[in-house]
């Protein structure tokens, strides 16, 4: 078996056990029954519980033991920024990573998962609820929503823990990654930026400018393209970068990128992966590439990129959440940071394009099509 097909096989074999998992945890939310929240967007396929919360101040007290044993129901206020497949994923491997730890829906644990619909007014909204209610614990997910998170909860002591914060230093949700002492930490996806450069000069080894749309409110997209800038002229590029602010700028501002570059890279911005279909489209009539930071944005229309997996970044961050609920301190609990990645592709973009496989790829590169 070559390595493309023994990489397949376990992707295979963790998306079985994903299944089987979050299956489990469903049976147990039916069995329990779920509320219902007044909250932007409630994702109710997961079990969002809108109960009467604890008011205790935080969950620090130790009561789950080893593996969530004990009597308590610790309730959770799940947030996550936008509604898009990276950021679902990392939604999904926190309630796995808690259920490694014997946290499980409708056991011991209730969940209050919502979503801010990409909008910076309802992350402010959802902290301030789940600060009112009191919960155990909150979880943000992606970078505004952990500002919103970690402003409410800061003075009531509640503990916060994120994801897919790319710069949580310079968010200013931690003083640093060893010692975060803000009453936050959790994961912070920082993406092979450098893997990314090279296999985009790879596959296109005649390309001059790379082209970068980002939202100049995100701090995440700052800390990209300013890294990505740096390493630009190692590769011999230069960066064409666009600011937007809102999602009704990105189609005029799609239209000026495409006629100044010969390759688009996309980052984790918010506002741009909510709007990516937009972008594919114009680029492919113009037979312009457009590389993405992670496998669902290939999956949707790019064509490569060096990848995290965001189920295992939240998996991470959810066995972080139980060591918080058995007693360890949020503020000396370490940031961590997830490096790892691998090259993915998508065949059916790269035929539509006339662009044939780099042979350094040719044995690690796993399709997703």
Do not use: W
């Amino acid at each position: 078996m070559n390595n493309v097909s023994k990489v397949s096989k376990l992707r295979g074999l963790k998306k079985l056990g994903l299944i089987a998992i979050i299956a489990m945890l469903a049976l147990a939310m039916m069995a329990c029954g779920s509320g219902s929240s007044d909250l932007p967007s409630q994702s109710g396929d997961q079990g969002a519980s809108n109960s009467t919360p604890n008011t205790g101040n935080t969950g620090n007290t130790g009561d789950a033991g080893n593996g969530g044993s004990g009597d308590k129901v610790y309730k959770i206020g799940l947030t996550q920024y936008a509604p898009h497949p990276s950021l679902d994923n990392c939604r999904d491997g926190f309630i796995l990573g808690l259920a490694d730890e014997g946290f499980v829906e409708g056991v011991n644990i209730q969940f209050d998962i919502t979503n801010a619909d990409g909008k910076g007014e309802n992350t402010n909204l959802i902290a301030q609820s789940y600060v009112a209610k009191m919960y155990d614990l909150i979880c943000a997910i992606a970078t505004p929503s952990s500002m919103a998170a970690q402003a409410a909860a800061e003075e009531k002591g509640i503990p916060v823990i994120f994801s897919a914060v790319s710069d949580p230093v310079a968010a200013q949700l931690v003083e640093s990654l060893d010692k975060p002492n803000r009453g936050t930490t959790g994961t912070s996806d920082d993406l092979p930026l450098e893997k990314q450069m090279q296999l985009i000069r790879e596959f296109l080894p005649e390309a001059k400018k790379i082209g970068i749309l980002y939202t100049t409110s995100e701090v995440n997209s700052q800390t990209h393209l300013n890294k990505f800038k740096e390493l630009a002229p190692k590769y011999n590029f230069e960066i064409v970068a666009i600011g937007v602010n809102t999602p009704s700028d990105i189609p005029l501002a799609v239209d000026s990128l495409l006629a100044q570059v010969d390759v688009v890279n996309n980052f984790t911005d918010n506002n741009v992966v909510n709007n990516l279909q937009t972008l594919i489209d114009k680029a492919n009539e113009k037979k312009i590439p457009v590389f993405g930071s992670e496998e669902e944005q290939v999956r949707n229309g790019c064509i490569a990129s060096e990848s995290i997996d965001y189920v295992e970044l939240g998996r991470a961050t959810g066995i972080m959440a139980a060591q918080i609920l058995k007693g360890q301190d949020v503020n000396t609990l370490p940031v961590q940071v997830i490096t790892e990645s691998k090259p993915v592709a998508s065949q059916a973009v790269m035929d539509m394009l006339g662009i044939e496989l780099p042979a350094k790829y040719k044995d690690t590169i796993e399709f997703l099509d």
